[in-house]
């Protein structure tokens, strides 16, 4: 028992970084979906975004900020949930420069920097928890 308590108590001093990033992330994401569920509409006229985009993606980020405060508040965090939201960064990131590139919506200038300010956002949050996971092991 007390080789359990120790191995868990040192997972969870060795994981600050991971479980920052992941609870930032969690904030930043859960506002963002907030953000798109409840101003649809303006957004969609201001960044040239369809509100029919915007409510999934909201509600997308609401649940995936969800799962992010639950999982940094686990004692341990799993490595492998943690890579899991490191590649769901990654594919948001990816996701974002096709949006760009393959032009899929009208974005207007306010769009395209907004599109591209969240790019770099998640990219941080995954380099961060990159971090973070490489130093919990």
Same mark, same amino acid.
């Given at each position: 028992?007390?080789?359990?308590?120790?191995?868990?108590?040192?997972? $969870?001093?060795?994981?600050?970084?991971?479980?920052?990033?992941?609870?930032?992330?969690?904030?930043?994401?859960?506002?963002?979906?907030?953000?798109?569920?409840?101003?649809?509409?303006?957004?969609?006229?201001?960044?040239?975004?369809?509100?029919?985009?915007?409510?999934?993606?909201?509600?997308?980020?609401?649940?995936? $900020? $969800?799962?992010?405060?639950?999982?940094?508040?686990?004692?341990?965090?799993?490595?492998?949930?943690?890579?899991?939201?490191? #590649? =769901?960064?990654?594919?948001?990131?990816?996701?974002? =420069?096709?949006?760009? =590139?393959?032009?899929?919506?009208?974005?207007?200038?306010?769009?395209? #920097?907004?599109?591209?300010?969240?790019? =770099? $956002?998640? /990219?941080?949050?995954?380099?961060?928890?990159? /971090?973070?996971?490489?130093?919990?092991?």
């Amino acid at each position: 028992m007390t080789a359990i308590a120790s191995t868990t108590a040192t997972a $969870a001093r060795t994981a600050p970084l991971l479980r920052l990033a992941l609870r930032l992330d969690a904030v930043a994401s859960g506002a963002n979906g907030l953000l798109y569920v409840a101003a649809a509409a303006l957004f969609g006229e201001m960044f040239g975004l369809p509100a029919a985009f915007l409510y999934p993606a909201g509600a997308f980020l609401v649940a995936f $900020a $969800a799962a992010l405060f639950a999982l940094s508040s686990r004692p341990v965090i799993s490595r492998a949930a943690a890579g899991g939201v490191i #590649a =769901v960064n990654a594919l948001w990131v990816v996701a974002s =420069v096709e949006v760009l =590139v393959a032009g899929w919506f009208p974005l207007t200038g306010l769009g395209t #920097a907004l599109v591209i300010a969240q790019a =770099v $956002a998640v /990219a941080a949050f995954a380099g961060l928890q990159f /971090a973070g996971l490489r130093r919990s092991s």
